[in-house]
Nanobody
Framework: VQLVESGGGSVQAGGSLRLSCEASGGDTSNYCMGWVRQAPGKEREGVAV???????SYAPSVKARLTISRDNAENTLYLQMNGLKSEATAMYYCAANGRYGGICPTLSNFDYWGQGTQVSVSS
C-alpha cells in the first residue's frame, strides 16, 4: 500500500486546511487509517484515526479542531483542520494498518506511511 498526502501549506492562526491522502496498491477499505504528526524537535504524535466502519478517535488535544473522514470508494482519507493554532505546525503523515480487521487499537499503530505534508501555522 502506498500513501500520498496533499493539502498542506502555510496559514495564519485561526485558519483552516484540509489534508488528503490517496491510497494505492491495495484496497484500504478494511484498514484502520489515521494521521500522525511530528513537530520540530518532538516525537511523532497520533492525532486522529478512523476505523473501516467510520468510527473515529482523536487525541484529546486536537479533538475540537480536527475531523477525520474517509471515502472508501475512492481509497482516500481526509483531515479537516479548523481554528488552527501555531502548535499545530508539524509534518503530517497519513498512515494505515490492515492487521486488525479495520479497527484502530491505538492512535499510532501503523504499518504503512506516507511521505508527509507540511503544515505551518503563523501567529
Amino acid at each position: 500500500v502506498q500513501l500520498v498526502e496533499s493539502g498542506g501549506g502555510s496559514v495564519q492562526a485561526g485558519g483552516s486546511l484540509r489534508l488528503s491522502c490517496e491510497a494505492s496498491g491495495g484496497d484500504t477499505s478494511n484498514y484502520c487509517m489515521g494521521w500522525v504528526r511530528q513537530a520540530p524537535g518532538k516525537e511523532r504524535e497520533g492525532v486522529a484515526v478512523i476505523a473501516s466502519d467510520g468510527f473515529a478517535s482523536y487525541a484529546p488535544s486536537v479533538k475540537a479542531r480536527l475531523t477525520i473522514s474517509r471515502d472508501n470508494a475512492e481509497n482516500t482519507l481526509y483531515l479537516q483542520m479548523n481554528g488552527l493554532k501555531s502548535e499545530a505546525t508539524a509534518m503530517y503523515y497519513c498512515a494505515a494498518n490492515g492487521r486488525y480487521g479495520g479497527i484502530c487499537p491505538t492512535l499510532s499503530n501503523f504499518d504503512y506511511w506516507g511521505q508527509g505534508t507540511q503544515v505551518s501555522v503563523s501567529s
